[in-house]
């Protein structure tokens, strides 16, 4: 592939680019008036950030509206229902008032299912008679936890489902200022043995901030394991090699292995072109010289990567660089969902081909998973009864811990792409039954 570019690649001084910079995007990489056009009206809507790297690195511009790597960074047309890019384009024509496009876009986002699985609803835990903002207690063993300054990212994915945490509305974005609470929260949990530092994108600190969110968990004897999610590997791998503080970024990671806790790196790798860099290949290598392990996960999603050969490539580089293939997910029912969905059918048998073609070491995939409501559902396999086809499912993880791994059945679909669009199979046991329909 030939990547047409006008400056020299390489370059480490971080620059973002936002819906203010789109035109001089489209004038330095030559897109069309209509590429142009759309990514401007679809940006009212859905975040758009994206920087030198992702720009210079990973996008095919030789034909940009073919690139599964400019759809997963340029919100485009066809992401929004019809009836509401035609009502958006409409008034933004009209020169309406700034109030009244921000009421349009308003009514949009709120159809867009900004925070699915019951985040708000279920979520949020409830310490000393307190909901604690800016955590998350689905599961047993694991808490989530946003920081306040980690709430963006290097660049946004058009199919991220924290999309409602880049849009400016307070009353969407999960947030805590300070570790103080999760800190209280954990040591009247000891049953806690996961922390998960998410946003956002905590890489988006520095490292002093960074620090300051990290140090305090090292003194709580029940927690195991800290993990981070980002996607800064992909979309900015500088950040462990040459930003001003990627070394003691490094050093904050051994230090909490020394304290005898592990660092997972949750690394979101949507495609096998974000691992051919010698930036991220270098970046993944400093990660696990200080003693952190890197597990790799990502949904499938139409558009971008929803080929097979896509999946075993990725999985197979990602071996090679020595992290962990670990979760495919099912793009969640929220943002552009109908324009990124793939059916459930379809996404197994993309991974089971996928799976397949892979050496043993690699097989720590699974997939695909919904992350859902009652837990993680994953889909196992088809079979043919006396009573019909039917999919094979269980929960890898669930937030009623005694659902966890037993096996249940729903009805096959060709077309479901959700746990709310499948039907239990008659076998199916109550509490189970229960959890599909919450």
């Not at 379809?346 to 409501?373: C, D, H, I």
């Amino acid at each position: 592939m030939t990547l047409l570019l006008d400056r020299p690649t390489g370059a480490t001084r971080f620059r973002a680019f936002g819906p203010r910079q789109i035109d001089d995007i489209a004038d330095r990489y030559g897109l069309s008036p209509a590429l142009r056009d759309g990514i401007a009206l679809l940006a009212h809507v859905l975040p758009f950030r994206v920087n030198e790297y992702v720009l210079d690195e990973l996008i095919d511009w030789t034909r940009p509206e073919d690139d599964p790597l400019f759809r997963l960074v340029f919100p485009q047309r066809g992401m929004l229902a019809a009836e509401d890019e035609h009502a958006l384009e409409q008034l933004v024509r009209s020169g309406a008032s700034t109030r009244e496009t921000a009421a349009l876009v308003k009514r949009i986002r709120t159809g867009l299912n900004p925070h699915p699985s019951g985040q708000q609803e279920y979520n949020v835990p409830v310490h000393r008679g307190e909901r604690l903002p800016g955590l998350q207690h689905k599961y047993r063993e694991t808490v989530l936890y946003f920081p306040t300054q980690g709430q963006s990212c290097h660049s946004y994915c058009t199919y991220c489902f924290r999309w409602a945490q880049f849009v400016g509305d307070p009353s969407l974005r999960f947030a805590a200022p300070n570790p103080g609470r999760l800190v209280a929260y954990l040591r009247d949990h000891p049953e806690v043995s996961d922390v998960l530092v998410t946003g956002g994108d905590p890489m988006v600190m520095s490292t002093e901030r960074l620090s300051a969110h990290l140090d305090p968990l090292l003194k709580i004897g029940s927690l195991q394991t800290v993990r981070i999610g980002t996607k800064s590997l992909a979309y900015w791998p500088h950040r462990f090699t040459s930003d001003s503080d990627s070394a003691e970024l490094l050093q904050l990671f051994e230090r909490v292995v020394a304290a005898g806790k592990q660092v997972a790196v949750m690394a979101h790798f949507t495609h096998p072109r974000e691992l051919r860099t010698t930036a991220v290949r270098t970046a993944l290598q400093r990660i696990r010289s200080t003693g952190a392990v890197v597990y790799c996960q990502a949904p499938m999603v139409a558009h971008v990567n929803d080929r097979a050969e896509t999946w075993a490539e990725l999985w197979r580089a990602e071996l090679a660089a020595g992290a962990v293939p670990y979760y495919m997910f099912v793009e969640r029912d929220t943002g552009p969902y109908d324009y990124f969905k793939v059916p459930l059918a379809k996404a197994l048998e993309l991974f089971q081909t996928a799976y397949r073609t892979l050496p043993g070491l690699a097989r720590t995939v699974r997939g695909p998973v919904m992350s859902a409501t009652p837990g993680k559902v994953v889909v196992d396999g088809v079979e043919d009864h006396a009573d019909g086809r039917h999919f094979l499912l269980h929960m890898a993880q669930a937030r009623n811990p005694a659902l966890v791994g037993r096996p249940f059945r729903a009805r096959y679909s060709p077309d479901a792409a959700w746990l709310c669009e499948l039907e239990p199979a008659a076998d199916v046991p109550e509490d189970i039954r229960a959890a599909m329909q919450s």
